[in-house]
């Protein structure tokens, strides 16, 4: 139980496209899905948090306009990196929750490489 | 804001010894939860032991344990019997009662020797 997919788990693209990341929850309902970026050999930066129905809260320094988040369903949220750059080049990874649950359960991340 | 520390970032062990991983963290609540997570090279990030702060009692998972210590503000993580597999990051992290985030330690590199 408490399986999260990304997909695709690797993206190439041309400086100046959209790439848009998908992320769900195969076996519960994530009322609440999270967006982290992980640079080589660093930790994990949390991006912004989704609640299923609502506007995304961004982490500060995170461009909204950037990185538009949406969660329209209780097992769905998609991540686009719009007008993605060279240095948008990353590991992109989500996480999901259950309502009244801690667990955060992770998906298994989405490698970005913009040319 | 609370903060997570983990001063190692590189750890080595033997096949079949134990090793154990530093993680303290700061902050002013009283209710809060702590977590490890061990991400393999496949990047895949897997729950490893979880601490509810109100319980003293120490989390236990199989050959997992940790030495929850509230006062000092210490989550240290213990590996017993360790594999080949263990060989991962290891990432220290906590999460307010509120649970609207994670906050995770920089992380310690283990790798299990043969």
């Known amino acids: 139980g408490a399986v999260v997919s990304q997909h695709p788990s690797w993206v190439i693209c041309k400086s100046g496209t959209s790439v848009k990341i998908e992320c769900r929850s195969l076996?519960?309902?994530?009322?609440?899905m999270f967006w982290y970026r992980q640079f080589p050999k660093q930790s994990l930066m949390l991006m912004a948090t989704?609640?299923?129905?609502?506007?995304?809260?961004?982490e500060q320094g995170v461009e909204k306009d950037k990185f538009l988040i949406n969660h329209a369903s209780l097992t769905l949220s998609t991540l686009t990196v719009t007008s993605a750059h060279p240095e948008d080049s990353s590991f992109y990874i989500c996480?999901?929750?259950?309502?009244?649950?801690?667990?955060?359960?992770f998906g298994p991340g989405t490698r970005l490489l913009v040319l | 804001a609370q903060t997570v520390t983990q001063s190692q970032p590189e750890m080595s062990v033997q096949e079949a010894e134990t090793v154990t991983l530093s993680c303290t963290y700061d902050?002013?609540?009283?209710?809060?939860?702590l977590f490890w997570y061990k991400q393999p090279p496949s990047r895949q990030m897997i729950l490893v032991i979880r601490?509810?702060?109100?319980?003293?009692q120490n989390a236990t998972e199989n050959r997992f344990s940790v030495n929850f210590q509230k006062a000092a503000k210490s989550f240290s993580l213990k590996i017993s019997d360790s594999q080949l597999g263990d060989t991962a990051m290891y990432f220290c992290?906590?999460?307010?009662?509120?649970?609207?985030?994670?906050?995770f330690g920089g992380g310690t590199r283990l790798m299990v020797k043969p």
């Open positions: 996480s999901a929750r259950q309502a009244l649950q801690e667990t955060q359960y």
């Open positions: 076996d519960f309902q994530a009322t609440t």
């Open positions: 989704s609640n299923e129905g609502s506007k995304a809260t961004y």
């Open positions: 902050t002013s609540e009283n209710n809060y939860y």
């Open positions: 601490q509810e702060a109100y319980k003293q």
């Open positions: 992290a906590f999460m307010n009662n509120a649970g609207n985030m994670l906050t």
